[in-house]
T-cell receptor, first 112, second 115 residues
């Protein structure tokens, strides 16, 4: 009963480096999301997907890319890390009715 | 431009008393509202929700009230317990145009329940 699993839990990147945040869910949810949470702020939607092969931009997509080749996986790619991307990243999934979204434990990313 | 506002960054209550967390929204298209609870170093977990066709939804110690005319909702926790100490996020979505899967979150309110 894993739910939504994110890896890694913590990461420190240097400016200009790239990395992929992994997210997988075992609930067969069609919808998946990436949010970021900055200190003292709410969660902001980066990208979302309504099914395999379909992705779309959220509120703050700049500097990120996503792919959705399977129902289970929704990785988030940072190509050229910048200090402004220092944040806690949460992946989530839900059913089409979105009566509730299930969140992973988060990835704390620091760009120095 | 915050569409979902939680104007109280923090709230402190005594164990056994009522906790009332408030949330205001500006987008009249929002028609579904949720409360999430978040402990440190964990992801948010769903607590309770309410559709705009209702004005109240209750689940055990948790009750959410919706006042559509005032664009205001509140979460009541009675009685409050120390384990309720967490950050509470209000979130909203709109079914308009098929975008009901996108949640807009408030900044959160840190609730501390003192023994």
């Amino acid at each position: 009963n894993a739910g939504v699993t994110q890896t890694p839990k913590f990461r420190i990147l240097k400016i200009g480096q790239s990395m992929t945040l992994q997210c997988t869910q075992d609930m067969n949810h069609n919808y998946m999301y990436w949010y970021r949470q900055d200190p003292g702020m709410g969660l902001k939607l980066i990208y979302y997907s309504v099914g395999a092969g379909i992705t779309d931009k959220g509120e703050v997509p700049n500097g990120y890319n996503v792919s959705r080749s399977t129902t289970e996986d929704f990785p988030l790619r940072l190509e050229l890390a910048a200090p402004s991307q220092t944040s806690v990243y949460f992946c989530a999934s839900s059913t089409p009715m979105n009566t509730e979204a299930f969140f992973g434990q988060g990835t704390r990313l620091t760009v120095v | 431009d915050q569409q979902v506002k939680q104007n109280s960054p923090s709230l402190s209550v005594q164990e056994g008393r009522i906790s009332i967390l408030n949330c205001d929204y500006t987008n009249s298209m929002f028609d579904y509202f949720l409360w999430y609870k978040k402990y440190p170093a964990e992801g948010p977990t769903f607590l309770i929700s309410i559709s705009s066709i209702k004005d109240k939804n209750e689940d055990g110690r948790f009750t959410v009230f919706l006042n559509k005319s005032a664009k205001h909702l509140s979460l009541h926790i009675v009685p409050s317990q120390p384990g309720d100490s967490a950050v509470y996020f209000c979130a909203a979505s709109s079914n308009s145009g098929g975008s009901n899967y996108k949640l807009t979150f408030g900044k959160g309110t840190l609730l501390t329940v003192n023994p």
